[in-house]
């Protein structure tokens, strides 16, 4: 896992931890300037109080991470890493000032002057480290070749080549094109300059472990779904860091989660599912959070509940089998948005034919990205369903009627975060891919949520769900909850 994150983004952190912690101490040293060492240290409770600030340091590299200032399109840059720089810092500051209101005692932290000073040194500090010093010395280092990362190229065609030429014609990244691995053209083949095909898609682990890979970066020209997440899977079998550049992943939110090798997207596979320390918390942030929330939500819930009875016919709450991890039924729980005995053969032939659609026009898909593509993909709830009783269009409008899934988060069978788990005869429908998005536990929202829900297209939304599979985080899963109240409170494309 670690070698997949490069070794000067941990020198980069450890360096804006230190820049943040030595920013307290200087505020603090100004505003006792009339006080010699001793004395300050004799304050009550210095240490538990810079221990304090130390612990939420840590936090604040989550800050700094969440503006992208370790994507090497923004720390290679002077104003935009900047902005970004002070930005992280008025962040960073309101969200000490709420930890030191929530826990109380912080005499320091609670000084107006030492969190003026703070700020003030934060700015400084990070600004110095990172443009006068981190990123100098990061491009002198590259352009020196001593800071190198063997990249291997995956798909020899247009964009392979671009990509190539801009690494190959611009050391400062610190990156190096060793050569190809491509499934159309012989190996030996010389693609661009030094640049070689040295082997197939299919000896990408063969190939990392010959030419001690750290980078394997896929570029494939009109390529299917289904063989991209082939290849993807030979790749991630490897020690080296997985990237991918292609159109079929154009969905993903760029501002979150891509970074730009020369302006060109490039997302990275971080291959984080299966790890047993991030499920652990996963599983435990999932209890609390649920418990929690059901408790909290108990009036909501019976005010809901009493609304659902009193505007048609029948029980409260909605259960139906659902499939989750690994193809496994489970009962999952709703509001009831429909009338009593609703006849769900529309909805069935509907989504019947929307993953059909999306299996035919597949390749089309891929090579032409045209609208009236885009707009056969369209994942749409049926517009004016008349299926659905009047509280009901108002419950899945703003989501609320997802809230008794809590019960399934707690029982175990879904996650607060994950790919939105599937009916029984949609996964009949699934292609081998498809199928993929539920290798790990279903979840109340995700990325297809808050990226346009019913608007996005269905292999669109698979493609999220992949992209969460294998970069999930306790971050990712942070950014994509806060996301979900906006979407939900503005009911972002419900129907």
């Known amino acids: 896992m670690f070698r997949q994150i490069p070794a000067y983004k941990y020198l980069m952190a450890a360096g804006d931890y230190l ?53 090497i399109n923004v720390f290679l840059t002077l104003v935009e890493q900047f902005v970004a720089i002070f930005k992280s810092v008025g962040y960073g500051l309101i969200g000490l000032i709420i ?8 005499a320091l932290v609670d000084s107006r002057l030492v969190t003026g000073y703070f700020g003030g040194f934060a700015l400084v500090n990070l600004t110095l480290f990172r443009l006068a010093v981190f990123r100098p010395l990061y491009m002198f280092l590259a352009q020196k070749h001593i800071l190198r990362r063997k990249v291997l190229i995956v798909g020899a065609g247009k964009s392979g080549k671009m990509m190539a030429a801009n690494l190959i014609h611009d050391d400062t990244h610190g990156l190096e094109v060793v050569g190809f ?27 990392v472990k010959q030419y001690s890979i750290d980078e394997v970066l896929i570029v494939i020209d009109n390529i299917s779904y289904q063989r991209l997440i082939e290849i993807i899977d030979i790749a991630r ?28 997207p490039v997302i990275s596979m971080m291959k984080n599912y ?105 994942v749409k709830k049926i ?19 997802e809230l008794p899934q809590l019960f399934n988060v707690l029982k175990g069978d879904m996650s607060l975060v994950g790919p939105r788990p599937c009916l029984p005869y949609e996964w009949e429908e699934y292609e081998a891919w498809h199928k993929r998005r539920l290798s790990v536990t279903p979840g109340c929202t995700g990325l297809w949520q808050v990226s346009g829900r019913s608007a996005v297209g269905f292999n669109d939304m698979v493609i999220l769900d992949l992209y969460y599979i294998e970069n999930m985080s306790p971050l990712m899963d942070l950014k994509i909850i806060f996301k979900t109240f906006p979407v939900m409170l503005l009911a972002k494309g419900g129907y």
């Open 181 to 207: 691995a491509d499934d159309t053209l012989p190996v030996g083949s010389r693609v661009f300059e030094h640049a070689y095909i040295l082997g197939t898609s299919n000896d990408i682990p063969t190939l």
């Open 274 to 378: 299966n790890h047993a320390a991030f499920l652990l918390y996963k599983r435990v942030f999932d209890v609390v959070v649920s418990f929690l929330g059901l408790l909290l939500l108990a009036l909501p819930f019976a005010v809901i509940a009493l609304l659902i009875k009193l505007s048609s016919k029948g029980p409260a709450f909605f259960k139906q089998v659902r499939i989750g991890k690994d193809g496994k039924p489970f009962i999952f729980y709703k509001f009831r948005t429909m009338y009593v005995d609703s006849d769900d053969s529309i909805h069935r032939e509907f989504t019947k034919k929307l993953i059909a659609e999306s299996k035919n026009g597949n390749e089309e898909l891929s090579k032409t990205h045209s609208d009236e593509s885009d707009e056969l993909q369209q």
């Open 237 to 264: 079998t490897t020690e080296a860091a997985l990237k991918v550049s292609s159109a079929l992943y154009d969905i993903i939110p760029s501002k979150l989660f891509i970074e730009r090798y020369f302006g060109i």
């Open 19 to 71: 820049m943040l912690l030595f920013a307290f101490l200087l505020a603090v040293l100004l505003r006792y300037s009339h006080l010699s060492l001793p004395e300050i240290f004799a304050l009550p409770d210095f240490f538990s109080q810079v221990a304090f600030v130390a612990a939420y340091c840590t936090i604040w590299i989550a800050v700094l991470h969440h503006f992208n200032l370790y994507k």
């Open 99 to 106: 930890a030191a209101f929530l826990f109380k005692g912080n």
């Open 383 to 401: 517009v004016n369903d008349p299926r659905i009783t009047p509280i009901g269009r108002f419950l899945r409008k703003t989501s609320l009627d």
